[in-house]
């Protein structure tokens, strides 16, 4: 078995292996690294990096550790690779992406934008297009971002865009929570998202929740009948949001369904409690009880009141607890169906 081939001295593992003195540092550092011991990993990098000196990506390696307790030292060390004459074409941008980490933890976004650019110049370096639009999507430009997604698919796998679909999830729900100020931006994402799915479902929320934006009764009312008749974790889904609109409740009231009461009890936040507690089912009273008892006085929405020891939905791709209702799950980043669960006892 491979773990014979290791014993344990003191608090350290050593191998039963007889390594040359060279490789022997190899395993040392490694061994530290797997073991979490940062400072003695960092004494081996450093250690490394002074016998192997045409080997700058020891230190590469050593800023890494660096980063979470010293910045500034990191980038100090990172710096100092990517001024050296042998720091070109891959490995230069390997470097300055480097940096740029470092950088976003010292909070300094824009200049982790700027070399992240020099980084995709430099060459085809898959994780720098991919950390540059994550910076972009931080930094709410999402359109440059998304440029940098597809520059990192024709890298990475060109058939694969997986990274896309779930890219568009993001900024649906991004837009979708600012849709009042900026319908145009809510719509546009909404329409990538069901281009990019590949799947009719998604494709018909995507569609339902565009018809909503736009204030469309006609149309979102004949989409909320053919989500109910996918079944009720759909149903769910698609009252939910119809309920986070102005006037939604009309269009609710004016279709048959099973979770009338329901979210009429969970997503009115205009409602009084004694009020609540009339002609509802006890799932509807239950549900009601859990948000109320995490619910904040004032004017926060309901659907905003974290629940911690469970949660009123999970999502039915992938099972994840969902504490509010957004287009895209956060854990599969699809816009699919909800179950409602209730845990009594929470």
């Known amino acids: 078995m491979w773990f014979l081939n290791f014993k344990k001295k003191g608090r350290k593992y050593t191998s039963t292996y ?13 061994r530290e690294c797997h073991m979490n011991n940062h400072s003695e990993y960092f004494a081996k990098l450093k250690k490394l990096a002074g016998t192997y000196h045409e080997e700058p990506v020891f230190w590469l390696f050593a800023g890494d550790v ?14 100092d690779v990517l001024f050296r004459p ?41 994780p720098a297009a991919i950390l540059l639009s994550e910076v972009y999507e931080a930094e709410g430009d999402y359109e440059a971002g998304f440029e940098e997604i ?25 837009f979708f929570r600012t849709r009042e100020e900026d319908k145009n931006s809510a ?54 949001f119809l309920l986070g609109f102005k006037n939604g409740s009309e269009i609710n009231y004016s279709v048959d369904g099973n979770y009338k009461e329901l979210f009429h009890v969970l ?27 995490n619910s904040v006085t004032g004017d926060s929405d309901l659907l905003d009141a974290v629940i911690p020891d469970s949660s009123l939905f999970v999502c039915s791709e992938c099972g994840r607890h969902l504490t509010g209702i957004l287009p895209a799950c956060p854990g599969c980043q699809k816009i699919t169906g909800r179950k409602f669960k209730i845990n009594p006892e929470g």
């Open 18 to 30: 007889k390594f040359s003195p060279e490789i022997q540092d190899f395993f040392d550092a490694l």
């Open 66 to 79: 660096l980063r979470d307790k010293n910045p500034e030292k990191a980038l100090e060390l990172h710096r």
């Open 187 to 240: 719509l546009k994402w909404l329409s990538l998202f069901s281009k990019k799915c590949a799947d009719d479902k998604q494709e018909l929320i995507a569609d339902y929740l565009a018809a909503l934006i736009s204030a469309n009764t006609k149309k979102s009312s004949g989409f909320l009948n053919k989500i109910i008749d996918l079944g009720e974790t759909y149903e769910i889904l698609g009252r939910s």
């Open 267 to 293: 997503f009115n936040k205009n409602l009084k409690y004694e009020e609540k507690t009339s002609n509802v089912g006890a799932e509807a009273l239950i549900a009601g009880k859990l948000t109320l008892r």
């Open 86 to 126: 042998a720091t070109t074409g891959v490995f230069r941008a390997m470097v300055l992406e480097h940096i740029a980490r470092d950088y976003i933890v010292l909070k300094q976004n824009k200049k982790a934008l700027s070399v992240l650019k020099d980084a995709v110049k430099c060459a085809d370096y898959a």
């Open 150 to 174: 597809k520059k990192y698919i024709s890298i990475t796998d060109p058939k694969n865009e997986t990274a896309l679909h779930r890219y568009c999830a993001r900024a649906v729900n991004h």
